[in-house]
């Protein structure tokens, strides 16, 4: 499981807001290459994954995203908690 901060304002960089006109959230990145990448070797994944996250302008570490391609990789779930701060 992942865990990752983000202010409330930015929150919109992490998870699609329709009312927000970003357009890089990272929640569309990695649906995407869950979608695709399924069976993929992870060292494929990762730096998709670290080009999402730098669009996206969020600090996930280099094991967070290793994490995150292993699941993309065998399909499994993967957990992220998240937390806001600031106003």
């Known amino acids: 499981m992942g ?22 959230p990272y929640q569309r990145a990695y649906t995407e290459l869950a979608d695709t990448h399924r069976g993929r070797p992870v060292d494929e994944i ?3 994954l ?10 996930f570490t280099g094991a967070d995203l290793l994490e995150q391609a ?4 065998s399909g499994a779930p993967y957990e992220l908690r998240v937390r806001v701060s600031g106003p």
Do not use: F, N
């Open 50 to 59: 670290r080009k999402a996250a730098d669009g996206a302008l969020l600090g």
């Open 70 to 73: 292993q699941a993309i990789s």
């Open 3 to 24: 865990e990752i901060t983000v202010s409330a304002q930015d929150m919109h960089h992490l998870l699609h807001d329709p009312a927000s006109t970003y357009g890089a």
């Open 46 to 48: 990762v730096p998709l």
